[in-house]
């Protein structure tokens, strides 16, 4: 929070201003109190669990929900009571919401249609984002004939074609697996290099956004918990949940450590948890030891080179002790994480269903 | 392996003689009956002024009552799926109202309305309306036993498709109206087209509620399924076969319309 | 806004105000539908209630206690319900041979499944009529008795519990007959503890929206049922004899009877889906 509160004291000329954006979906809160800065031209990625609040936040800009309180600058123009369709932003949704009765190219041409450009400009600019998204040749492709992949790209294309000042993306690589996934990744940033636009997005996933975001926003039942680039949140995380969410974490004696901060003594030491040797894992250079504290068998970890496994020399059965080493980041853990972890998703503000019909 | 296979016969050839003795004899039986005194007695009947009378009547509230339930019918749909509005539980269950009454009550109802002695009746007389024994009340009483059917064709489409593909256009810049002509309804168009086809063959059918407001003057307010009652019972089999057949073979390419937009679905 | 925004050559053109204003569109539509719907349906049932109980409820008490009344709505339950149960097997037994079941000719068996929607009622009672009646080609003759009502209602309602049955069938998981079939489980066992569980609501559906259709039937009977009060005389016939007299407060007192049947058991149905529901959430 306090990373976010400075960071909005600094006005930024262009790109997105969120400043003490609140959402309620009746009972639920969704956000309270978001303030956030992202600088023009950057990439940003709003990190968190399922229910943190992240999509919400995004839609929100793009006035696809409307915040209960606060407000939403582009550009340093509010953007409160402007509607969707004249913001001129780019929105990429999860499930692609391709048009399915529109082939690609009517798909990609919708947006600058709607504005009324000339026919040629049109036809011109949407063979080249044709291109550029590299689906060349299947402009006359229907979207039910595209891979998953595929059908992402277009509908970036088909965000990119109204030139928007933002683009916002929405668990862009949710619905795709795990190759194709990483592939469009990096395919996305050179893209953003290219392009420049401020360009917002979701994920659920810490190395997807460590990948390609260069400022990540880490967000927990519904407000952000801290602002920074990955190396930040790595090395300085402000509490237990950004440093659980952001890396792997042991929790051993109340506060959690990284597995490569994990001291493992082969003999019992001040402030040293007692630990039973599960496996011991070798993988090249590096290696590691799997353990269960004693008495109540939770699981943790120490990552280690192979000489330091080889000078330990244990076996699984054997009794160890752990403890952070002494120049390790620390942080009280609160259960904080467990909690956003396990939490059910909340409902989304999507309109309740009616009731089944006669199937006449 | 054969008790399976005996059962499997079994059932399919139960299924099928119950279907038989339903549905296919009878419609068989009855093409054959048409045509049992030779082609000609049915070409007369067909050319009959009041045959053709009934036919232009029966076709004309087609015309009225299809167009105003397919546009009630969406914006209702919309209503049912797209909005968080309260109330929506009467609506819904006011629509289902028509499929719940007796078409004799819908007539009675509507005579309540609008007869002379109604509600409404003789205001309207006084502006010249006659609404219950003439055309409007015809109208009416198939606007009304074909109204859910529309919309209950595109909720569920509605449903299905979400809301993300309205969402998308949006934010490309699309106003409302633009979205839905281009974006809701050709996603909703075959869930329209089954409303539809299904509303007409509920208005050219419809025979109790029309009974009790049309006073069946021959000629003028007399639809064809009352033409195929009165033929009947005047004794002219012959001319209520031919409007039966008429009927039927209407709702027989009813059917094969359902049939094949269904495949032309599919293929999409 | 407008003045503080530069209007970009790409930004849509400003609309109409209407358009403009957040929720207008929807507000219209609202009014329409329910403009519409309240002219339509409401005001004409709200008519057929209060014509009901004009002379009070003693009026209206009177009216549906008639003995002709009485026999009538007698005739037309018990017959509702014969026919309901016959379409519960039926009905379920003709989605299953054209779910599970391969054979020439199905898809055609399978569209004239709904002939009985497409066709008019009318016609129905027409043909049922030349084929059952004294003339009957198959020498059944049943014009003009209850065994004729129980087939017309039949014929009207033969698509309810099939087309309600068919799409829970194709939806099923057959995996789920594999795994019960793989712990030693019979034939007849998995159906009964397997696959009928899942069909059940689709059932009551369909015979749910059989009994309502049922209850109100007219035009399929006014040729085959011969209309004998006390004897052959259903519900909807008895209102149109009692319009016909310009008996209206008797009409519409059991109109609402009728009405009330109707509803009440399309109530229960959905308050019953609502309840099944709870497995899949």
């Known amino acids: 929070m306090a990373a976010a509160k400075n960071q909005t004291e600094v006005p930024v000329e262009n790109g997105i201003e969120v400043v003490d954006v609140s959402k309620q979906f009746g009972d639920f809160q969704a956000l309270s109190n978001v303030n956030l800065s992202v600088p023009d031209g950057s990439m940003t990625a709003l990190l968190g669990p399922s229910g943190s609040g992240k999509s919400t936040l995004l839609r929100a800009i793009a006035g696809l929900e409307v915040p209960s309180e606060g407000k939403i600058f582009i550009s340093g123009e509010d953007q409160t009571g402007k509607p969707v369709r004249n913001r001129n932003v780019g929105f990429v949704f999860q499930h692609y919401a391709a048009f399915k009765h529109m082939t690609v190219f009517e798909n990609i041409a919708f947006g600058p249609k709607v504005r009324k450009r ?59 697996d795990a190759k194709v996934r990483k592939d469009l990744r990096s395919w996305l940033r050179r893209l953003h290099d290219e392009v420049h636009v401020t360009t917002i997005f ?28 990955a190396t930040e949140l790595y090395d300085t995380p402000v509490n237990d949940f950004v440093m659980g969410f952001v890396g792997e974490v042991n929790s051993i004696g109340g506060r959690l450590v990284r597995p ?22 070798r993988l090249g250079f590096s290696g590691r030891i799997e353990m269960l504290t004693v008495p109540d068998k939770r699981e943790v970890w120490a990552q280690l080179t192979r000489s330091e496994l080889e000078t330990l020399n ?23 994480l467990e909690s956003a972890v396990t939490e059910d998703p909340p409902a989304t503000g999507k309109p309740t269903p009616v009731e089944p019909g006669l199937p006449v | 392996m054969t008790g399976e296979r005996l059962t499997r016969w079994g059932l399919r050839y139960i299924a099928l003689a119950y279907l038989a003795l339903l549905l296919v004899i009878p419609l068989g039986y009855m093409m054959i009956e048409t045509f049992s005194e030779g082609i000609q007695p049915v070409l007369d009947s067909i050319t009959e002024p009041d045959s053709i009378a009934a036919l232009k009547l029966t076709l004309l509230t087609v015309a009225i009552a299809v167009p105003l339930n397919t546009v009630f019918g969406i914006a209702c749909a919309l209503l049912l799926v797209r909005s968080n509005m309260r109330g929506k539980g009467i609506i819904n269950a006011l629509i289902d109202m028509p499929f719940a009454i ?34 409007p009340g015809i109208v009416i009483a198939v606007v009304f036993v074909s109204l859910p059917f529309v919309a209950r064709e595109v909720v569920p ?68 399924p009352l033409y195929v009652q009165k033929q009947f019972e005047t004794f002219h089999s012959v001319g209520a076969y031919t409007s039966s057949l008429i009927l039927a073979v209407i709702a027989l390419a009813t059917l094969l319309a359902m049939n094949l937009m269904r495949r032309k679905e599919n293929d999409e | ?89 039926m009905g379920t037994l003709i989605a299953w041979v ?184």
């Open chain 3, 1 to 89: 806004m407008s003045e503080v925004t530069t209007i970009d050559a790409r930004e849509p053109r400003p609309r109409k105000a209407i358009f403009r204003l957040p929720g207008a569109g929807q507000a219209l539509n609202k009014g329409l539908v329910v403009t519409y719907l309240g002219i339509m349906v409401l005001l004409p049932i709200v008519a057929i209630t209060s014509k009901a109980f004009e002379d009070g409820i003693s009026g209206f008490w009177d009216a549906v206690s008639a003995p002709q009344s009485v026999a009538a709505l007698k005739l037309t339950v018990i017959c509702s319900l014969i026919v309901v149960v016959i379409n519960a097997v």
């Open chain 1, 260 to 281: 490569h901060d994990t001291e493992v003594l082969p003999v019992k030491a001040e402030g040293a948890t007692e630990v039973e040797v599960d496996r011991v894992v």
């Open chain 2, 102 to 135: 007796s078409p004799i009550v819908v007539g009675l109802s509507l005579v309540l309305v609008y007869g002379t002695s109604g509600w409404f009746g003789q205001p309207l007389m006084d502006l010249g309306i006659q609404v219950i024994f003439s055309t």
């Open chain 1, 118 to 176: 000339p026919k040629a400009e049109v036809k011109k600019q949407v063979n080249e984002l044709i291109d550029l998204v590299q689906l060349t040749g299947l402009g006359g492709r229907y979207p039910s004939q595209l891979s998953g992949g595929q059908r992402q790209r277009m509908a970036l294309a088909r965000a990119l074609a109204v030139e928007p000042t933002v683009l916002l993306l929405d668990e862009p690589f949710g619905a795709l």
């Open chain 3, 98 to 281: 054209l779910v599970r079941d391969k054979f020439p000719g199905q898809r055609v068996i399978n569209s004239i499944i709904d002939l009985p929607f497409a066709l008019p009622t009318i016609v129905a009672s027409l043909i049922l009529l030349t084929v059952y009646g004294a003339d009957s080609p198959l020498g059944i003759h049943l014009a003009f008795t209850k065994p004729a009502i129980v087939v017309a209602l039949l014929f009207v309602t033969l698509p309810f519990v099939v087309r309600a049955v068919q799409p829970l069938l194709l939806s099923l998981d057959r995996d789920m007959e594999a795994a019960a079939e793989s712990l030693g489980a019979r034939k007849w066992l998995i159906f009964r503890r397997v696959i009928f569980p899942n069909l059940a609501p689709g059932i009551a559906t369909g015979v749910a929206l059989a009994f309502a259709r049922a209850l109100g039937e007219f035009g399929s009977l006014v040729l085959v049922s011969g209309n004998i009060p006390f004897q052959t005389e259903v519900a909807s016939v008895y209102i149109r004899g009692q319009i016909e007299f310009d008996r209206l407060a008797s009409a519409s007192a059991v109109s609402v009877v009728l009405l009330a049947i109707s509803l009440a058991l399309l109530a229960s149905v959905t308050l019953a889906q609502r309840w099944g529901l709870r497995h899949d959430r």
């Open chain 1, 314 to 336: 244990l076996e699984p059965g054997d009794t160890a002790w752990v403890k952070p080493k002494p120049d390790a980041v620390t942080r009280e853990d609160t259960g904080a």
């Open chain 2, 157 to 224: 489409v509605l449903q299905e498709i979400g809301d993300d593909q309205e969402k998308a256009a949006e934010t490309l810049g699309s106003g409302s109206w633009n979205t839905f002509w281009r974006i809701t309804l050709p996603a909703i168009r075959w869930g329209v087209s089954y409303g539809v086809v299904l509303t007409m063959a509920r208005a050219l059918g419809e025979f109790g509620a029309v009974s009790v407001v049309s006073g069946k003057i021959s000629g003028q307010t007399e639809t064809l």
């Open chain 1, 202 to 229: 979701v994920t659920h996933d810490q190395e997807e956004a460590m990948d390609i975001a260069q400022q990540i926003v880490v967000m927990n039942e519904g407000q952000i918990e801290q602002t920074g680039t």
